[in-house]
């Protein structure tokens, strides 16, 4: 026998029974949102040439992709993101369609994680993208979604918004002090990483050596402004770059629309968010839910990445874990699992087909019935014992024969 015949690949697994109905559960919910806020589905090629995901804006490293070669010795990958086919989609096939467009997505991406991390190579991800359009409607319209959509999962009770929770930052704050610094390349990540996991030690040792200046300072404090309104106004009174008050201002509007839709209780403010691609431009967020011990949705805009597949247009979209999502949703002891069979139907010989006719009409009615396909009587009564199933109906010589097991 092989030796990996009966196992699967690092990082991936087999999705079984109710795994498999808490997803689709999930997946059903999230598609009533979309299509209730106009979004139409999209699917793209699970094999991609490396070229679309080779960006400028684009973060993702060899070492993260899973590759091979097409019949000419072009280099192809699996999917690693959903975004960068969409932005190739928009530019392309559908090139000559009416701005904006929203279109939604449920599909897998593949990302090789590093070994012992307990991390998925293969991720069910399911999003929106809204293209074509900017400004403050077109974000308050994606988080508006966002939040639906984090709530639709949740099985009860439905009106309770502090179920999920929602971070807002701006990918363009972090740039303008890191720019008043002057770092770039591995100081430049280094910072990013260390402020967006909040890891103050590291960020402070990286800091150090620019004294007291006020960018230094305020990139130092960034990982602390967490929490509601009262961190924009915090923030206001440290942040004396234009181009950053210029994005809290912004923050600031967004966050009172959404309390006035009934979201103050979900939205908190991180100014500490930074993002791991780097096509993102301005708002940028992130969403929990309770179940889930890691977070579920990740979003913002990103108004240069079209142009860099020859169609330049503003977009914002966000994508959903779906298997994190559908764990939660098992864990809560809210699936409903199917009715159990209330009757099995066996045909004796010559009387099969009779069987299946009846199995048919029954189906028309609310009773829950499915068919045996032992050879005989006795296995079909054991089979009914074996699963809990109260009543047998057999169709033979002598009509329908029901039988109280």
């Given at each position: 026998m092989r030796q990996y015949a009966k196992i699967t690949p690092e990082g991936t697994k087999d999705t079984l029974f109710e795994e498999c109905r808490a997803r689709e559960s999930v997946r059903r919910a999230l598609t009533k949102v979309f299509e209730d806020f106009g979004f139409a589905p999209v699917a793209t090629p699970h094999l991609e040439y490396y070229d679309v995901f080779r960006r400028v804006s684009a973060d993702w490293l060899a070492e993260q992709l899973y590759s091979a070669t097409d019949s000419r010795g072009r280099l192809l990958v699996l999917r690693p993101d959903s975004t960068l086919p969409i932005a190739r989609v928009a530019a392309t096939r559908?090139?000559?369609?009416?701005?904006?467009?929203?279109?939604y997505y449920h599909q897998s991406v593949f990302r090789r994680s590093r070994f012992y991390t307990g991390n998925s190579d293969e991720l069910m991800q399911s999003g929106v993208e809204l293209l074509g359009a900017s400004g403050l409607r077109a974000d308050l319209e994606i988080l508006q979604c966002a939040a639906e959509a984090l709530r639709a999962c949740r099985a009860e009770p439905p009106s309770r918004s502090s179920q999920f929770r929602i971070e807002l930052g701006h990918a363009g704050i972090f740039p303008c002090f890191a720019d008043a610094l002057g770092v770039d390349g591995e100081l430049r990540e280094a910072l990013a990483a260390a402020i967006g996991t909040k890891n103050l030690p590291s960020l402070a040792a990286l800091l150090e050596p620019f004294g007291g200046s006020g960018a230094a300072q305020a990139l130092g404090e960034l990982p602390r402004l967490f929490g509601g309104g009262e961190v924009l106004r915090r923030a206001g009174t440290l942040f004396?770059?234009?181009?950053?008050?210029?994005a809290l201002g912004y923050l600031e509007q967004l966050y009172v629309k959404l309390g006035a839709l009934g979201l103050q209780d979900s939205i908190d403010i991180d100014l500490g968010l930074v993002h791991g691609q780097g096509y993102y431009t301005g708002l940028v967020f992130?969403?929990?839910?309770?179940?889930?011990?890691?977070?579920?949705?990740?979003?913002?805009?990103?108004?240069?990445?079209?142009?860099?597949?020859?169609?330049?247009?503003?977009?914002?979209?966000?994508?959903?874990?779906?298997d994190s999502?559908?764990?939660?949703?098992l864990e809560s002891g809210a699936l409903e699992s199917p009715p159990s069979p209330e009757l099995l139907l066996f045909g004796e010989a010559g009387y099969e087909d009779e069987a299946l006719k009846f199995f048919s009409e029954l189906r028309k009615t609310d009773a829950h019935v499915t068919c045996?396909?032992?050879?005989?009587?006795?296995?079909?009564?054991r089979f009914a014992k074996e699963h809990a199933i109260p009543r047998v109906i057999v169709i033979g010589v002598d009509g329908e024969r029901d039988i109280v097991v």
């Amino acid at each position: 026998m092989r030796q990996y015949a009966k196992i699967t690949p690092e990082g991936t697994k087999d999705t079984l029974f109710e795994e498999c109905r808490a997803r689709e559960s999930v997946r059903r919910a999230l598609t009533k949102v979309f299509e209730d806020f106009g979004f139409a589905p999209v699917a793209t090629p699970h094999l991609e040439y490396y070229d679309v995901f080779r960006r400028v804006s684009a973060d993702w490293l060899a070492e993260q992709l899973y590759s091979a070669t097409d019949s000419r010795g072009r280099l192809l990958v699996l999917r690693p993101d959903s975004t960068l086919p969409i932005a190739r989609v928009a530019a392309t096939r559908l090139r000559g369609a009416a701005l904006p467009l929203r279109l939604y997505y449920h599909q897998s991406v593949f990302r090789r994680s590093r070994f012992y991390t307990g991390n998925s190579d293969e991720l069910m991800q399911s999003g929106v993208e809204l293209l074509g359009a900017s400004g403050l409607r077109a974000d308050l319209e994606i988080l508006q979604c966002a939040a639906e959509a984090l709530r639709a999962c949740r099985a009860e009770p439905p009106s309770r918004s502090s179920q999920f929770r929602i971070e807002l930052g701006h990918a363009g704050i972090f740039p303008c002090f890191a720019d008043a610094l002057g770092v770039d390349g591995e100081l430049r990540e280094a910072l990013a990483a260390a402020i967006g996991t909040k890891n103050l030690p590291s960020l402070a040792a990286l800091l150090e050596p620019f004294g007291g200046s006020g960018a230094a300072q305020a990139l130092g404090e960034l990982p602390r402004l967490f929490g509601g309104g009262e961190v924009l106004r915090r923030a206001g009174t440290l942040f004396k770059n234009a181009a950053a008050r210029d994005a809290l201002g912004y923050l600031e509007q967004l966050y009172v629309k959404l309390g006035a839709l009934g979201l103050q209780d979900s939205i908190d403010i991180d100014l500490g968010l930074v993002h791991g691609q780097g096509y993102y431009t301005g708002l940028v967020f992130r969403g929990y839910i309770e179940g889930s011990g890691r977070g579920v949705l990740s979003g913002g805009r990103y108004d240069g990445l079209l142009a860099e597949f020859g169609r330049p247009a503003a977009a914002a979209g966000f994508g959903l874990a779906l298997d994190s999502l559908a764990e939660a949703l098992l864990e809560s002891g809210a699936l409903e699992s199917p009715p159990s069979p209330e009757l099995l139907l066996f045909g004796e010989a010559g009387y099969e087909d009779e069987a299946l006719k009846f199995f048919s009409e029954l189906r028309k009615t609310d009773a829950h019935v499915t068919c045996s396909v032992a050879e005989t009587l006795e296995e079909t009564l054991r089979f009914a014992k074996e699963h809990a199933i109260p009543r047998v109906i057999v169709i033979g010589v002598d009509g329908e024969r029901d039988i109280v097991v």
